[in-house]
């Protein structure tokens, strides 16, 4: 894959974990005070992952074509534990 493929493809893997994370913060509000902290306290993890994952999408963008692949690898990494968090969230708050 391409520097210019793999940033659209993790420029719309952000875009769909937002969404997500809107829906959870949704959800929160109509959920009684014991599940709201559960709920904000999932939230503020994802919420950690994706920043750590909107980084590595920047450095990628910010690359040179020539040196994208390094960064790519944190990338991969960031991209991995956010979505295991996205997944277990999601699982645990159905």
Do not use: C, P
């Amino acid at each position: 894959m391409d520097k210019n493929s793999y940033q659209e493809k993790m420029k719309q893997q952000l875009d769909e974990w937002q969404a997500e994370m809107d829906k959870l913060q949704a959800k929160a509000k109509e959920a009684s005070a014991d599940m709201q902290a559960k709920y904000q306290e999932e939230i503020e993890t994802l919420r950690q992952k994706r920043d750590e994952m909107q980084e590595e999408y920047e450095k990628v963008h910010s690359s040179s074509m020539e040196a994208w692949e390094e960064f790519k690898k944190g990338a991969d990494q960031a991209w991995d534990n956010m979505a295991q968090a996205m997944k277990s969230a999601m699982n645990r708050f159905k």
